[in-house]
DNA sequence: TGGTTTCGCTACGAGTCGTAGCGTAATGGC
DNA sequence: GCCATTACGCTACGACTCGTAGCGAAACCA
């Protein structure tokens, strides 16, 4: 969200939440018919129902709306305790590709990345709404697997950092080159084969490292 | 390459050849000095010194124009034996992470892709002519090291096409999230832990599998 | 030399951009 | 209840890009 609550709370007419809403809305819909090259404010404004003016007063342009409509999509991603790392490791990767299955995030998501690889501000946007929200769950899998004895506990912390950033990389990429690069669905069978060679990989590194 | 020879090899005025050359570099100039969304054909043909309708005359549009330009960039990729499959793996992916690490193909590569996701056609002209002339790579490093006998020999050939496009998802999929999406570069020390953890799966999927 | 294709150039309507200006609506402070 | 303040909808605007059409000149082949 661009939005925040301002410091100096001053008086005046509120701003509508129902338009941020709205225009989120508009702006997933416009890229699941338009896509995002097509995507213009003038159309999303008119489809939410507001005027393009009010648009510009709270984002400063199509990349930085894109994101926070596309971040919005993966705030439904949770990691239940299915019992083993393995199952945990399957049920969140088949969530994410879920998530990359709509057409909204698979258009806006890979857009916003190639404009953030030429703008810091942009890049930051995206890590502060997207990335990092979700590397909690590589973080809260491995203490839960090391809980349960699968993986041995780590002692030292800027090692563990390393770890999680390592399979957070090699997790999301390769669901997000599966489905959008070699364009095949990351179905059951191809997530039960990845994630057998992931988990043999890091429990064969944590013995062997 | 957009432009074939033609079936019907008829006669007249030939086209410049190194037209076709100035323009891809005038296209990856301009990816360098203004990302995807500000390139312009205008722009580029001006670059390269020819008339915007000479440019319009060869490809349709700037998706399939930069698709051109960003696959001559992966084209220097090789595999040079490095004796063991660890060493190959690490040639390969610090190469790719190499050309990443270029403006030109950041922005360019990871545009199309989104591009791609609401064009069918241009998928299949990217995965022609970057995808899938890479894969080679991952086919010819798992051939070797079935030779030195550091992988298993694959008896059925429908498993083993699986495995390698598995391999290559994992593999092309890690290094460009690391670079793009974490935005931390992929240098030697990434590369030895992602090998590590990706040859222990590989061996230990092998062995249970 | 004639036929064919590409070339550079100019011009065009259509569409989008982002902003400015204006009157109106909805708040909080007094 | 009145006023200052802020957000809103609406219109209009110059600047820019798009993709195409039309033209005469250039470069090839037979």
Do not use: C
Not at 194 to 209: C, D, E, I, P, Y
Request: avoid cysteine; glycine fraction near 8%; charged fraction near 30%.
């Amino acid at each position: 969200m661009q939005s925040r609550t301002p410091a100096t709370r001053a008086s005046g007419r509120p701003r509508s939440v129902e338009a941020d809403a709205a225009i989120l809305a508009a702006t997933r819909e416009a890229l699941v018919e338009l896509g995002w090259s097509k995507l213009t404010l003038g159309d999303v404004a008119t489809r939410a129902g507001v005027a393009k003016t009010t648009l510009y007063r709270r984002w400063a342009g199509k990349n930085e709306l894109v994101v926070d409509a596309v971040a919005e999509l993966f705030d439904e991603l949770a990691l239940p305790d299915r019992g083993t790392l393995a199952a945990d490791i399957e049920g969140v990767v088949l969530q994410f590709a879920a998530i990359l299955a709509r057409p909204e995030a698979r258009s806006g998501l890979m857009a916003v990345v190639a404009e953030g690889t030429r703008d810091e501000a942009l890049r930051e946007r995206i890590r502060e709404s997207i990335v990092t929200r979700q590397k909690r769950l590589v973080v809260e899998g491995r203490a839960r697997a090391q809980a349960r004895g699968e993986l041995p506990p780590e002692n030292d912390p800027v090692e563990a950092a390393r770890t999680v950033d390592l399979i957070f990389d090699v997790v999301a990429g390769a669901v997000v080159h599966r489905t959008l690069v070699s364009a095949e669905p990351a179905d059951e069978e191809w997530v039960r084969d990845f994630t057998r060679v992931l988990l043999l990989g890091l429990k064969g590194a944590s013995q062997a490292g």
